[in-house]
């Protein structure tokens, strides 16, 4: 039965299996087999057939529809709506706790000083889990009969002012494209305030409520976890800032088309933001909130006002217009009736830090507490915004300003005062106790206590004794209030008599380069300058600053903004004074070095100007007023000082030579045409002169053709005995014992040579080192070297030197000359004629003597040796001594 039973189930399997066609393709005949049987086939597939209607169909295509629709539905409830909803759930409750411990967000506060304007707003904000995405879009529709009525009512009103896009009347010139940008940072904030916006918010309302400002909105935006930054848009302005609260920092920014300058908002910004740290710990010592800001003009004006010229392009402008600078606060701010005055404190980086200024006023053993005044902030005053001085570096610009020309001068006694109303120039003289009266002359009253105010150490005199604490309280100052011009002009524009006359004047004004039309009043004047002139003693001296040195490219001065400066030197020559100096000083605070000029009315105070180290040193001691302190009153200048100041700087000498013509000083050279050829003084010999009675004499041992250098070599390798050397050998020669004093002088006076470079009393002295100091005198005109002239010792005027000789004695000489002033002139000789071997070399010794005053008695001692009468210094000398 079980093989029937299974026989039976196989039989069945195989009916009921359907009839299928297959075919591959193989290389083995194992897999090639084929069912065929089609007819069998086809029924079979006839039994599996399903026939369904089309409505069966439609039903069954919605019931899968909506079942993946509720399965759809079920998932985002379940899987996004649900978290999302929590999400929300958790944001209400923060909301609601922050509202119980927040205020709110503080309201915009109307303004009464322009109405508010129609305005279109649009915002975008990016969708966040703690905000909703928005957009806005206002707009003013201007057919509407309250906007036409507006507009109606609007018309008719005056043709001087104009309705803005805003609605605004102002008036038309304020639509220029300009504005005003203050940044300010401040550090050292609370961090709790720099991440709260309500806080930050309501800051920001009262700022503009207090600066009178028209906010239109605010908005701020936290972030995670710390910082906000917000935006505070008003009419054509806007406020804007960011915070990070870890570092207690905040940058602010403000731009305006105001037209009142926004630096007024510097201290409600610095108290609304500047919220100061709480402390942690009882006892703690946070650090204050530190302020910095700069200030610049934006945008394009077409014509800039005085005020914005003055932030523009002067030193106040570079002084608010740099963000880096420590410490910069202003102390005062004047309008007089002349000028503007400006008075801030700064610490910049390269100068000091703000950290060493607090550490100095700690009272500690540290360095910067035991030596406060070198990390104090650096006061600097202004006027109309530029800087005339600073607590730093005043006392380098008044003691180069003064004492180079007060030392100059012999005995000054009443000395004239320009300008100089911060009181420091005053000060300056007063510490010479030749001075018997110093004369100011200040125009501007308001700006001398402004400064007594401001800036006391630039007129504090409480340091010498029988001063007083104020300089200008001081019984030997005068001051006049009034225009220094007129009161010049008044005086002294006329012959005046000597006892009115003064012995120094200090022009401590404008800078000549200054672009208003007054500095060329000043400095072009020729009456005022005229009555300078007549004011002084015959020895008096001029001295006034120049402004900013010259560069090593800049142009002819006369083509430059410097054409005060050439013409002030021009003016000073055509008036008269003998000797004019240009001199500079480094370090006076300024962008550049700074030159002044002094002019000499004699000569002879050439002789001062140039005295040496010691001299000036010893005068120094001699002539400074004692000072309660025992220091020295002065703080910088000494003879090394004045030292530097006798030599003009190359940069002077490189300009004058730019001038169109050409100085003949500066196509010359060192005073040798190398064309010419030179005899070496290895070809001459001293052996005894052929003069009847003379001493020694120099010989050529090769011949000389006309026009050659005689020694040019050694021609300057000389002794030299200065104005002051010279006149201790003559004093010494009236001291017992004076044998040794008479050699020296005798080797000085037989043969030397004067030169008037140094002043012509006593003057210099030269002395040929080489054996060229034996040439002698070539009588009734046989020179053979030397300086051709139709004149001799017999034939010229006893009493009046010819100009020939006078330019040879003063041939190293110039009123205004730097290339003579940097380059000490050598006279080199040529010979006249030809001259054979074993001549006598024979010089012209009318060209070497000294000045107008020594030219009779050096003449009629030339005639004398000449005569056979006497015979020279030096051989007398011997004579005497052997």
Known sequence: EQQTSTQKHSTMKQETRPSLTYSTASQHSDFSNVWSEEGETSERQNQF?????????????????GLAFVMGRASRLLLIEGPRQKLFQEVEKATEVLSQNKPTVPSLITFDRQKIPQTRYLSKNFDTGLSATMSSWLTIDRNTPDYQQKEDSTRGKNESETCTSFGIKEDVESTEPSAQHLMVDIKNVDGNFLNSQPRLAQAIVDLVHEADLPLLSYHCHGFNPLGVSCVGVMMRNYLSFHTWPEAGVITFDIVTSESKTILTLLPLIDRLFGVARNPTFPGQVTAKPEFRYA??????????????NLFEVTDLGDILTILGTDLKEEVASVTTDFQRVDIYDVIVPHQGSLQSYHKSLMNDESYEAQNKFLFRPDRVIMLDGWLQSSLRFEAMYHEALVHPALFSHSNPKRVAIIGGGEGATLREVLKHNTVSEAIMIEIDEEMVHVSREHIPEWSDCSDLVGSSDWCIEDPRATEFYQDALQWFTDRYGDDTSPSEQLDVIILDALDPESEIPFADALYGNDDFMQAFYNSLADDGILVMQLGESPQFYSPDETRSKFRNRAKTTDLLEKLGFESIHVYEEAHCGFHAPWTYVVGFKSHNSRTRWYANVAQIDLDIQKRSVPTKSGTSPFRFFDGSTMASYQVPHKTVESVFCRRDPTPEECLEGYNLDTSYPNIPVTSFEVKKSTIEGGGRGLFTKVDIPENTYIWAESSINKV????????????????????????????????????????????????????????NHGCNGTNNVGTKSPYDEFTVDLYKMPEEFSGESHANTSTFNPVIDRHLRHQFDRSLRDIEAGEEIYDNYLAFTGNDEDWAKAVQELRDVCSGKSVGLVTNYERDHS
């Open 49 to 65: 057939t399903i026939k369904v209607s089309g409505s069966f169909a439609s039903f069954s295509l919605l019931f899968a529809m």
């Open 295 to 308: 200030y610049k003009l934006r945008g394009f004006r077409h014509n800039p006002s005085e005020i914005e």
């Open 720 to 775: 030299n005995f200065m104005p002051s050397t010279s006149t201790l050998i003559t004093a010494l020669e009236e001291e017992p014992p004076a044998k040794r004093i008479k050699v020296l002088s005798s080797y000085m006076e037989g043969y030397g040579y004067s030169s008037q470079f140094f002043g012509d009393d006593p003057g210099e002295v030269f002395v040929d080192s080489g054996i060229s100091t034996f040439a």
